[in-house]
């Protein structure tokens, strides 16, 4: 009797030694409105089958779905990396991921197709540049996660700087302490020039799961929220084509110039079309020859067979778009090939050129960019930093119809400000368009 007390004894123990546990928990966004994309990390393989469990009520997680598995191998050590997507969303949703071997704890999220833009605005985080050390935003982040203060967060590039560091484990240690936002909320990204792990990105494209992940791998998407279109671009297949080729330029090119063709037909569904990337056209910082180096001039404007993106932004019509690299906050006038357009009492209304903000400067261990004292003609906001005062900050943004008919949506762009450990939020823009098929001249 005793040796089977003992026997269980130590079968108890080793079950609760050999438990899995699942880490990194994270959410994305696809095409399908009432579909969500989680992905999540082990450190060791499993013997089971990994699942996300979903349903209406915490106490009753009533679906399953199998993951997908990748043995994702980095400087010899293994991260076991889980996709799948729940589907056939309604409102509120509860779950938990992991198999057998350990479960998470149950997270939730609301179903994009659950948003109604006729009864409330889409909110928006954005911002881009933020690491382990130094992330002055996270806890904030977090804490306005937890509140309910956005719908969609946008990762303009520059995560955890870097995710390879340490063979990846101040990835790990960024992604663990992210989980109390990305489990609850999307979280999008966009690919840096420190995602570049020197292995073709390769920490980027397995820790996540954009849009058309088995085509694109992360680098260039799209996806429609509420009465915005979404565009995705990576300004890294520019920055390193002399390691990895023009290819990827062009493929990248026609793909968004078919995207935002459609995107353009779509405007009484989606009268917004915002993109997002990593390095900027502009800028006005003066410790840092970028603003003015044949990078930007690159990417806008294109070099040898590559294209530029510039052109395709205003021709179809791209109303905003957002930056990060430089570790600061700066907003322009709507501008296209250095031409200012500002004629109008409100050159933001029905703007005649894409409008674009830099909102780099959540936090990471290299500090701030500096403005120079002649900002670019068309900088219409910036924040001077001068030591000792740092200023750390993040970028909110609300698209709210007006309910009117013809309706007008409105955009309103503020940035949170963190000095001494507390935000403070500044209104810096509004926005609007009409209804109608070309907000563009």
């Known amino acids: 009797m005793w040796s089977c007390l003992v026997g269980?004894?130590?079968?108890?123990l080793f079950s609760r030694a050999a438990q899995i546990p699942p880490e990194q928990v994270h959410l994305s966004l696809?095409?399908?409105?009432?579909?969500?994309?989680v992905t999540w990390v082990t450190f060791k393989p499993l013997q089971t089958t990994p699942q996300a469990r979903f349903g209406d009520s915490p106490d009753y997680l009533t679906n399953s779905v199998d993951a997908s598995t990748t043995d994702f191998v980095f400087n010899g050590t293994h991260r076991f990396i889980y996709r799948t997507t729940m589907t056939h969303l309604k409102g509120k949703t509860y779950y938990k991921?992991?198999?057998?071997?350990?479960?998470s704890q149950t997270f939730n999220f609301q179903s994009r197709n659950s948003l109604s833009?006729?009864?409330?605005?889409?909110?928006?985080?954005?911002?881009?540049?933020?690491?382990?050390?130094n992330g002055q935003s996270m806890p904030h982040l977090v804490n306005a996660a937890q509140n309910n203060e956005f719908d969609?967060?946008?990762?303009?590039?520059?995560?955890?700087?870097?995710?390879h560091s340490e063979d990846g484990e101040r990835g790990d240690k960024y992604m663990r302490d992210l989980e109390p936002l990305a489990a609850y909320i999307p979280y999008m990204v966009i690919a840096g020039n420190h995602e570049d792990d020197r292995k073709n990105f390769s920490h980027y494209v397995n820790r996540f799961t954009m849009p058309d992940y088995d085509q694109f791998q992360n680098h260039f998407y799209s996806f429609d929220y509420g009465p915005i279109h979404f565009v995705g671009v990576s300004t890294e297949f520019y920055g390193y084509y002399y390691d990895y080729g023009m290819e990827s330029v062009e493929t990248q090119y026609n793909w968004l110039n078919e995207d935002l063709k459609k995107a353009d037909r779509r405007r009484d569904s989606t009268p917004w079309i915002i993109s997002y990337q990593h390095r900027p056209f502009y800028c006005s910082n003066e410790n840092s020859k970028e603003c003015s180096a044949f990078e930007n001039r690159l990417i806008r404007k294109g070099f040898l067979t590559m294209p530029g993106l510039e052109d395709l932004y205003t021709s179809h019509g791209v109303d905003l778009g957002f930056w990060g690299h430089e570790h600061s906050y700066e907003r322009f006038l709507p501008v296209s090939n250095r031409v200012i357009y500002n004629d109008t009492a409100n050159p933001y209304d029905n703007a005649a050129a894409p409008i674009y903000v830099i909102s780099g400067s959540a936090g990471c261990h290299s500090g701030h960019a500096w403005f120079d004292k002649k900002p670019v003609p068309f900088s219409a906001k910036h924040?001077?930093?001068?030591r000792p005062i740092h200023v750390f900050d993040y970028t909110c943004a609300t698209a709210t119809p007006s309910g009117k008919a013809p309706p007008t949506h409105r955009f309103a762009v503020k940035c949170v400000a963190i000095l001494g450990g507390f935000a403070a939020s500044l209104q810096l823009l509004r926005v609007a368009v009409a209804h109608s098929s070309s907000f563009y001249s």
């Open 97 to 103: 991921v992991g198999s057998k071997e350990g479960w």
């Open 383 to 386: 924040f001077f930093r001068r």
């Open 30 to 37: 696809n095409h399908e409105p009432d579909q969500m994309v």
């Open 8 to 12: 269980l004894l130590a079968l108890g």
């Open 117 to 133: 833009v006729s009864q409330r605005p889409l909110k928006i985080c954005v911002f881009g540049d933020l690491g382990v050390i």
């Open 152 to 163: 969609l967060v946008i990762h303009l590039g520059d995560i955890a700087y870097d995710l």
